[in-house]
């Protein structure tokens, strides 16, 4: 089956920047649209952007919108570049991916429509 791992989090300041990055392995279907979801401590997992398996059509949560972007450079690795990070953007960040038929699907940011999870990485926003 598909396989998830997260990587790129760690420390920062507040301002800085960080980018995550997942890589997927065990494709079983032609297309998958992909999504980047966080959870804090004591709060709900929630989602932060996502993006079609065409790379075409891209959704943020209003609360990361003009400073997170979304990308994908293959069928096997995406990316989310976090600027500006807030305190509040303290979470562990998990990759997730839907498997469809089409590349042009429009993605969803309900952690319900994400068949497939990584494990995580730790990203921590402080002074």
């Known amino acids: 089956q598909l396989q998830l791992v997260e990587s790129g989090g760690g420390l920062v300041q507040p301002g800085g920047s960080l980018r995550l990055s997942c890589a997927a392995s065990g494709f079983t279907s032609d297309y998958y649209d992909i999504g980047w979801f966080r959870q804090a401590p004591g709060k709900e997992r929630e989602g932060v952007s996502c993006?079609?398996?065409?790379?075409?059509?891209t959704r943020y949560a209003d609360s990361v919108k003009g400073r997170f972007t979304i990308s994908r450079d293959n069928a096997k690795k995406v990316y989310l570049q976090m600027n500006s990070l807030k305190p509040e953007d303290t979470a562990v960040y998990y990759c997730a991916a839907h498997p469809t038929r089409y590349s042009n699907s429009f993605p969803s940011l309900a952690t319900g429509a994400y068949d497939y999870w990584g494990q995580g990485t730790q990203v921590t926003v402080s002074s």
């Open positions: 993006i079609s398996s065409s790379g075409r059509t």
